[in-house]
């Protein structure tokens, strides 16, 4: 009988400028997790993370469009976490036009981040099967990423790939082609069990995604 940890996903709808999927990974044996695409409301998630216990190592980032960022720096004035975004996130955080923000009426800016690259682990405390890996997708904005924890079968897509849908490859820095090959070579050759997590639509599967590609 097992007695490795159990995880949850905690998917958080937050209603910015645009709603957006935030999730938390958290391993329920010792209430630590990361926290993914604090997109808005960085004040409430800061409360609702208080009053369920929970512990937050680090932020990652699937990509660094506004509504997936903006609520960073409220998230920061209770807490210093680290912020983690590939290495082609940079330009996203540090220009309020790239990200989108400005066009909102806002100018989001995010200093101080931890960048990644293709297959970084980042691994909770409490042993290797709370691990996710990086996935590099490119396609949506060339920073785009998928949060692969094997151990588990699942991955949070961003917005490379959604319910019966794909992302938009139509804004700054999106290339159709780098986006059907990084879902065609990178996210359907993922077991087709898979449960995909993704920035703006419910859960689907590999197995259930795979017939609009292939």
């Known amino acids: 009988m097992s007695n490795l940890p ?21 391993d329920t044996a010792t209430r630590h ?32 469009h506004f509504d997936h960022i903006g609520g960073i720096a409220a998230i920061r004035e209770e807490a210093d976490l680290p912020v983690h975004i590939h290495e082609a996130g940079e330009a996203y955080l540090t220009n ?12 989001i ?7 990644f690259r293709e297959g970084q682990l980042f691994t909770l405390p409490n042993g290797p099967d709370g691990t996710l890996r990086v996935i590099h997708t490119p396609g949506h904005t060339p920073d785009s990423c ?5 151990a588990q079968g ?3 897509t961003g ?4 319910q019966g849908s794909r992302g938009n490859d139509q804004l700054p820095g999106g290339n159709l082609a ?13 077991p087709q069990s898979t449960i995909l997590y993704s920035g703006h639509s419910d859960p689907t599967t590999v197995a259930a995604e795979r017939h609009l590609y292939l």
């Open 109 to 115: 800016i995010v200093r101080d981040a931890h960048y």
């Open 159 to 162: 917005d490379t790939i959604f």
């Open 178 to 190: 780098e986006l059907l090959r990084s879902i065609r070579e990178k996210i359907l050759t993922l």
């Open 154 to 156: 699942i991955a949070f």
């Open 33 to 64: 997790g990361f926290l993914i695409d604090p997109g808005a409301q960085g004040h409430a998630l800061m409360r609702m993370l208080r009053d369920r216990g929970i512990t937050v190592e680090k932020i990652l980032l699937t990509h660094g």
């Open 6 to 26: 159990r995880f949850s996903v905690i998917r958080v709808p937050l209603r910015g400028f645009i709603e957006v999927n935030c999730y938390l990974w958290v």
């Open 146 to 150: 998928v949060f692969y924890a094997e």
């Open 96 to 107: 309020s036009r790239l990200n989108l923000s400005h066009d909102f009426g806002g100018d």
